[in-house]
């Protein structure tokens, strides 16, 4: 099993719309929890972090983690055709809290198609 | 803030010649820097983790002989490729951690190094 899986896509949605992008992990151990977002040929930005069970907004992008159920997804409003990208999960799993090494697995990514 | 550099952008070289590729925090003390690598429609994959003064920590199947990594300062690590060969073409990304985020480390990317191996 893949420590972090997402769907590749593409997931299209149309201009205006909600995307929403969805993210399972498999160790429980995970404490946060990051999406990136990466146009072609170029290196990933960072749009959020979460690391509490609930949701975290900003702006038209919402984060949503539940840790019963080891899932994260993204939610983007009003979708832009300059959202077009692929959005990468990642989890740290053994944080600095723990003494441990931090260390960030990413999915593999899932592309975005926003239709004007 | 948390801009973090590369350099160069992209390279071309010869199968058989070594390739360094910086990395640099402009605006931030990084005391551990990340590399990955990407290739065509693949995720990143983390080849080492650098920390400053201290030697690379490498991911399993990471020649470290052949991926020097080397993290001299609190704001530049460098990865020299060896003897480089076709396979090797890759895109190269660094990471610098942020700590500090109240339990969330970040890491913020360069913009990457595109290496071709002819």
């Known amino acids: 099993q893949k420590e972090v899986e997402q769907n590749s896509g593409p997931l299209s949605v149309p201009e205006g719309a909600i995307a929403s992008l969805n993210c399972t992990y498999s160790?429980?151990?995970?404490?946060?929890f990051f999406w990136y977002r990466q146009y072609s040929g170029k290196s990933p930005e960072l749009i959020m972090f979460i690391y509490s069970n609930g949701d975290k907004e900003d702006g038209r992008f919402t984060a949503q983690l539940n840790k019963a159920s080891q899932y994260v997804s993204l939610l983007i409003r009003d979708s832009q055709p300059s959202d077009s990208a692929t959005y990468l999960c990642a989890v740290n799993i053994g944080g600095r809290e723990s003494g441990g090494y931090q260390k960030v697995t990413f999915g593999t990514g899932t592309k975005l198609q926003v239709i004007p | 803030g948390a801009v973090v550099s590369q350099h160069p952008s992209w390279v071309i070289c010869k199968s058989g010649t070594s390739v360094k590729i910086e990395c640099r925090s402009l605006d931030f003390q990084a005391t551990t820097m990340f590399w990955y690598r990407q290739f065509p429609k693949q995720s990143l994959m983390l080849m080492a983790t650098?920390?400053?003064?201290?030697?690379?920590?490498?991911e399993q199947g990471v020649e470290k002989d052949k991926f020097l990594i080397n993290h001299a300062s609190l704001t530049l690590s460098t990865l020299t490729v060896t003897s480089a060969h076709p396979e090797d073409s890759s895109f190269y990304i660094c990471s610098a951690e942020t700590p500090g985020h109240r339990r969330a480390d970040t890491q913020y990317f360069g913009p990457g190094t595109r290496l071709t191996v002819l």
């Open positions: 160790d429980r151990g995970s404490q946060s």
């Open positions: 650098s920390n400053e003064g201290s030697k690379a920590t490498y």
